[in-house]
């Protein structure tokens, strides 16, 4: 348990993200913690550097809406302090802390407060006996050594309450250690790619490393590591979770054609006002943005709700049936009012308030208009082809 989250064993997988406010700030970085906790996450971690911030701590536990953790680098003291602060789980880098009656002390002060350790094992910073031992290189072995070498430690006084993480910046390094750490232990493993970078890249990495071996069935509890605002950590950790079915949706999961041809709007500005418009709201819906009315309600027909254009009007759908049409520019605030309606009553409910035969009517006009503007085949490619194959024959 890390505070009231489990973490590890039939528990769901949970998000964790990390402030990057001065914890000895407390308003500030409260308020950031309630803003990750409502992107997602479900524990939130805070350096703890110096004695300011484990007082800090202190006022930011009892206050915080998910469990703390204390981030612990350097100062085998700090987590002492931190301790004393009330903290919900530590965080240690074995490469950091290396004297064992420094890691025992911790250990023994964690065990008498009940309070979970990661051992966060990192590819940069790993203990220099062990970078030498293994060829100067940071190989998944040496990750996983550096571990285990802490279990030991922890267990001389008999401490197990432990998670573990082996991050490196490499996703195929990252990949390797969990899989070789899943086969020598059995604790809650926390997964990450260390300094991912910046979205697109260090989203790219980070759900690589970390959905393969999700997949794999290992892993308790994630971190995106992006060089962002942490709230888009939080919010692409959940993303993930509910992406793979490993968490119930919670917020709105936006889908959108990719544009074609035959597109009638902007599709790509009309997705992106839609994400803005639903941003956090907890809606747990599918909502689909499609660009033409011609194919839209038939690909996105599994969509809770969705809204396809024609003709500068917007066909709003609910569960694939033709719901209502709207202005091309009311769209995006027609798709939250029914997203609100269909969460709060349930789709039957939303449609008996409207005249589905007349917007189904509607739909099938602009449909047909736009079949006989456009044609069968809107890009042209039939035509093109045979005159291809007329001038090569
Ligand atoms: S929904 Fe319409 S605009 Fe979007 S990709 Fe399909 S055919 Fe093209």
């Given at each position: ?29 409260l ?33 915080s ?11 085998y ?13 530590l965080?240690?880098n ?18 008498d ?26 190989t ?18 008999g ?11 490499s ?13 020598a ?43 962002a605002?942490?709230?888009?950590e ?6 993930l ?14 889908i ?24 956090d709201?907890?809606?747990p ?10 194919n ?23 569960g ?6 709207v ?20 789709p ?17 006009r602009?449909r047909?208009?736009?079949?006989t ?7 042209d ?6 005159s ?5 024959s």
């Amino acid at each position: 348990m890390v505070g009231d989250v489990a973490v590890g064993g039939h528990a769901p997988i949970s998000v964790q993200s990390m402030t990057v406010t001065r914890t000895a700030d407390v308003e500030g970085t409260l308020q950031q913690v309630y803003e990750l906790a409502m992107a997602g996450a479900d524990i939130v971690r805070c350096t703890c550097n110096e004695v300011e911030a484990a007082e800090g701590l202190a006022r930011i536990v009892p206050r915080s809406p998910v469990p703390i953790v204390a981030d612990i680098h350097h100062q085998y003291r700090m987590a002492l302090a931190a301790l004393e602060a009330g903290v919900h789980c530590l965080r240690l880098n074995p490469g950091n802390i290396r004297k064992p009656e420094h890691i025992r002390t911790v250990a023994a002060e964690a065990r008498d407060r009940l309070v979970p350790i990661r051992i966060g094992v990192n590819g940069g910073s790993l203990h220099p006996d062990l970078y030498r031992k293994h060829g100067d290189r940071v190989t998944p072995e040496a990750m996983v050594e550096s571990a285990l070498t802490e279990i030991g430690y922890f267990a001389e006084v008999g401490f197990d309450l432990v998670k573990i993480s082996v991050k490196a910046s490499s996703v195929p390094l990252m990949i390797d250690a969990y899989r070789q750490l899943a086969e020598a232990t059995d604790h809650p493993l926390h997964l990450g790619v260390t300094e991912a970078g910046p979205p697109p890249a260090g989203l790219i990495k980070s759900t690589a490393g970390i959905a393969t071996l999700l997949a794999e069935g290992i892993g308790d509890t994630i971190r995106y590591s992006l060089t962002a605002d942490p709230v888009a950590e939080a919010r692409a950790g959940r993303q993930l979770l509910e992406s793979m079915g490993l968490r119930e949706r919670r917020n709105v999961d936006l889908i959108a054609c990719p544009s074609c041809g035959r597109a009638e709007i902007d599709v790509v500005a009309v997705a992106e006002e839609a994400m803005a418009a639903f941003a956090d709201r907890e809606i747990p819906l599918q909502v689909a943005v499609m660009g033409c009315v011609v194919n839209g309600p038939g690909e996105a027909r599994d969509a809770d709700l969705g809204i396809a254009a024609g003709r500068g009007r917007g066909h709003l759908f609910v569960g694939g049936r033709n719901a209502a049409v709207v202005a091309e520019d009311e769209m995006v605030d027609a798709l939250v009012e029914w997203a609100e309606l269909i969460h709060a009553e349930g789709p039957e409910a939303a449609l008996s308030r409207v005249d589905t035969e007349k917007a189904e009517r509607e739909a099938s006009r602009d449909r047909e208009r736009l079949l006989t503007e456009q044609g069968d085949d809107v890009d042209d490619a039939s035509s093109r082809i045979e005159s291809i194959r007329r001038r090569t024959s």
